[in-house]
Nanobody, 124 residues
Framework: QVQLVESGGGLVQAGDSLTLSCAASGRTLSTYGLGWFRQAPGKEREFVAAISWNDDRTSSADSVKGRFTISRDNAKNTVYLQMNTLKPEDTAVYYC?????????????????WGQGTQVTVSS
């Protein structure tokens, strides 16, 4: 079992930056692919960014390309989402997810373990 806990969310203004963290316990993350997803009010959960388990290959949604960066620190068992130039449309609950051997998976079904989410609100 892997337990994931997100942190770092909050209320920011458009154009600001924010870094989300997701700390894992129960297993070392070195063999886990990791992803970030988000769900805005009234919308389905959508893919944001992912990083492979083995070679740090990353993928990201078109809506965040060039603004958001996913990274991992296996020594700290933590995955990060650096978010720059935030927009009001980035407002959502952000979830991290994990699964063994996944290579930058972009689908919810690629992941077995999920955190509870952290709220990010961007005001205009």
């Amino acid at each position: 079992q892997v337990q994931l806990v997100e942190s770092g969310g909050g209320l920011v203004q458009a154009g600001d930056s924010l870094t989300l963290s997701c700390a894992a316990s129960g297993r070392t993350l070195s063999t886990y692919g990791l992803g970030w997803f988000r769900q805005a009010p009234g919308k389905e959960r959508e893919f944001v960014a992912a990083i492979s388990w083995n070679d740090d290959r990353t993928s990201s949604a078109d809506s965040v390309k060039g603004r958001f960066t996913i990274s991992r620190d296996n020594a700290k068992n933590t995955v990060y989402l650096q978010m720059n130039t935030l927009k009001p449309e980035d407002t959502a609950v952000y979830y991290c997810a994990a699964a063994r051997w996944v290579v930058a998976g972009t689908r919810e079904g690629d992941y077995r373990y999920w955190g509870q989410g952290t709220q990010v609100t961007v005001s205009s």
